[in-house]
């Protein structure tokens, strides 16, 4: 099956520094790529879709100044938390979609938790 | 608005059979999934409907009913290592996938 990776799986950083995510599809092209905000007990929150070679598409209420996202390849995508602060501790997860065909399965990377102290 | 809802939590027995249900109100319907989620892990896939009627999975079944606008999960001969979120999720028209907030399932021995 298709494979989401993720690093680092978990980041501390301190407050007012960046931080930054990788996903990557191993085994497809990822034409989309999706990033998201859980925080504890609550559901997945979209903050934004990602095409390649594109600016990405942010939710109402993400800042896009503070989470950069570069979708530079078919393969990679990161996000970026500048200037982080302790709020933005949340597991950060990020999804790609297989293009192709009638059905596209987003396939999900296994999350970075990001602690800011 | 979008919109979709599911219990918060539900509570089983070991062996027995759970259904976990699913409303839905969006702009558009492209499919529905449903989505395994242990704490501290990301979402795992389980099911996709995107016709009417049931869709069986081994231990797993899934079923849609499009004029309802209603799914459910049915979890059969339940294991201690089902206990995790249940994420109904809808693919809207612009294909974008709306998400319910989970259902917590506890399965006690």
């Known amino acids: 099956g298709a494979v989401v990776s993720q690093h680092p799986s978990w980041v501390i950083c301190k407050s007012g520094t960046s931080v930054k995510i990788e996903c990557r599809s191993l085994?497809?092209?990822?034409?989309?790529m999706f990033w998201y905000r859980q925080f504890p007990k609550q559901s997945l929150m979209l903050m934004a879709t990602?095409?390649?070679?594109?600016?990405?598409?942010?939710e109402q209420g993400v800042e896009k100044d503070k989470f950069l996202i570069n979708h530079a390849s078919l393969t990679l995508s990161t996000l970026t938390v500048t200037s982080a602060h302790p709020e933005d501790s949340s597991f950060y997860i990020c999804?790609?979609?297989?293009?192709?065909?009638?059905?596209?399965?987003?396939?999900f990377g296994p999350g970075t938790r990001l602690t800011v102290t | 608005g979008q919109n979709i809802d599911q219990p918060t939590e539900m509570t089983a027995t070991e062996g027995a059979i759970v259904q976990i249900n699913c409303t839905y109100q969006?702009?558009?319907?492209?499919?529905l999934f449903w989505y395994q989620q242990h704490a501290g892990e990301a979402p795992t896939f389980l099911s996709y409907?995107?016709l009417d009627g049931l869709e069986e999975k081994g231990r797993f079944s899934s079923f849609l009913s499009r004029s309802k606008g209603y799914s459910y999960l049915l979890l059969k001969e339940l294991q201690m290592k089902d206990s995790a979120s249940y994420l109904c999720?809808?693919?809207?028209?612009?294909?974008?996938?709306?998400w319910g907030a989970g259902t917590k399932l506890i399965i006690k021995p």
């Open positions: 990602s095409n390649e070679g594109s600016k990405a598409t942010y």
């Open positions: 999720a809808v693919r809207d028209s612009n294909y974008q996938l709306i």
């Open positions: 999804s790609a979609r297989d293009g192709g065909g009638d059905f596209y399965e987003q396939y």
């Open positions: 085994d497809f092209q990822a034409t989309t």
């Open positions: 409907n995107v």
């Open positions: 969006t702009s558009g319907f492209n499919g």
